[in-house]
């Protein structure tokens, strides 16, 4: 999921320098398919998110309601990078398969709207991940199978094939 959004931000990025070019940026004039690979890649990488995205979610569903609700600030601060996280993370891969099916539901201007919550789902990943280190190098580390349910290992593989098989119906 983090290399999908970050070949998102990273290929969006270069689409609105393109589009909306700053006086030190120069398009190359060659190859001529570079920004169409580009913003294929953008799009491709945004629907495989898809089922990452749903993926993770259902992961850590149970853990979103564990009680307490909030037990100190940094908790607090968690849960609503969360939310944050969550909320930019769906607006981005929802506007953006309307955009490709070209549905805008929308009163606002799809370009504008979709680079400003890029930033702010980039930056609550990066905060998310911040403070998820710990626990990140925890979980890498455990090689045991899960005792609820399957392997985290099996739950990957069946999250990346439907991400690819989404990816590939395109």
Not at 68 to 83: C, G, M, T, Y
């Amino acid at each position: 999921l983090g290399i999908a959004f970050g070949l998102c931000f990273v290929t969006g990025l270069l689409s609105h320098a393109v589009q909306h070019p700053p006086a030190w940026f120069v398009w190359p004039a060659s190859p001529v398919n570079l920004y169409r690979i580009t913003q294929g890649v953008h799009v491709l990488s945004g629907i495989a998110a898809l089922p990452l995205l749903v993926a993770k979610l259902w992961s850590v569903y149970p853990k979103l309601f564990g009680r307490p609700l909030v037990r100190n600030l940094p908790h607090a601060l968690e849960r609503l990078s969360i939310l944050v996280l969550s909320g930019a993370a769906f607006f981005e891969l929802t506007t953006g398969l309307l955009n490709v099916a070209q549905n805008y539901f929308w009163g606002f201007y799809f370009p504008a709207a979709h680079y400003a919550v890029a930033w702010i789902a980039a930056g609550s990943i990066l905060l998310h991940v911040a403070v998820k280190l710990p626990v990140i190098r925890r979980g890498l580390t455990k090689l045991s199978p899960d005792p609820d349910g399957i392997s985290r290992r099996k739950f990957l593989r069946t999250s990346y094939l439907a991400a690819g098989v989404g990816s590939t119906s395109t």
